[in-house]
């Protein structure tokens, strides 16, 4: 079945660090993978996407690149700031039979210091 | 705005008592999801919905029910055969691979 890996937390920082949290992933054919970022007593934002091989996804300065050779999605950051503290989930999409579930990776809590 | 609201932000139950979870979306989308999300164990599936009047187990439904009698609401029910329901919930409703979440209940056995 599919399933995604996601580095072990927690990872703590210093502010502009910079931020690379690893993801790899198990499924056959070409998934669709994103980053969801949930902040303290909140529900899941969509950080990113790509839907394709050597896709980039990219939003508020983070970014993660589709590697089909490797099987990875690892997102990173050039400089972090504390507002990003949050915990990170990995996941994919497999369509089949007209369902878009989502497989989660078990999440990766950043804490950003001053 | 189109969201989902999740009801109560926080809940209490006591042991033997059931409880419904309520999620109500406004996006007029047509599959809505159940998830418990505990410390490190990411987040898992107990029950989703791609139409009116269905819904399939996912991979945790023992314990829990649901029904879906209208497009906008999916209430959660946590019933006494859950022997461990003390966890946060979110629900969550997409258009084919676009998800938005509710900001989640926790739930509290006391």
């Known amino acids: 079945g599919n399933s995604v890996t996601q580095m072990e937390g927690p990872v703590t920082l210093s502010e502009e660090a910079f931020l690379t949290i690893n993801c790899t992933y198990t499924?056959?054919?070409?998934?669709?993978l994103f980053w969801y970022v949930q902040y303290p007593g909140e529900g899941l934002q969509l950080l990113l996407k790509?839907?394709?091989?050597?896709d980039k996804g990219s939003n508020k300065g983070f970014e993660a690149t589709y590697r089909k050779e490797t099987t990875s999605f690892h997102l990173e950051k050039g400089s972090v700031q504390v507002s990003d503290s949050a915990v990170y989930f990995c996941?994919?999409?497999?369509?089949?039979?007209?369902?878009?579930?989502?497989?989660f990776g078990k999440g990766t809590k950043l804490s950003v210091i001053p | 705005d189109g969201g989902i609201t999740q009801s109560p932000k926080y809940l209490f139950r006591k042991e033997g008592q059931n409880v419904t979870l309520s999620c109500e979306q406004n996006?007029?989308?047509?599959?809505m999801y159940w998830y418990r999300q505990d410390p490190g164990q990411g987040l898992r599936l107990i029950y989703y919905?791609?139409?009116?009047?269905?819904?399939q187990k996912g991979d945790i439904a023992e314990g829990y029910s649901v029904s879906r009698e209208k497009k906008e609401s999916f209430p959660l029910t946590v019933t006494s055969a859950q022997k461990n329901p003390t966890a946060f919930y979110l629900c969550?409703?997409?258009?084919?691979?676009?998800?938005?979440f509710g900001s989640g209940t926790r739930l509290t056995v006391v």
């Open positions: 969550a409703s997409s258009i084919v691979d676009g998800y938005t």
């Open positions: 499924a056959t054919g070409y998934p669709s």
């Open positions: 790509a839907t394709k091989a050597d």
């Open positions: 996941a994919l999409i497999k369509p089949g039979a007209g369902s878009y579930q989502l497989t």
């Open positions: 996006l007029n989308h047509d599959a």
């Open positions: 919905s791609q139409i009116v009047n269905d819904f």
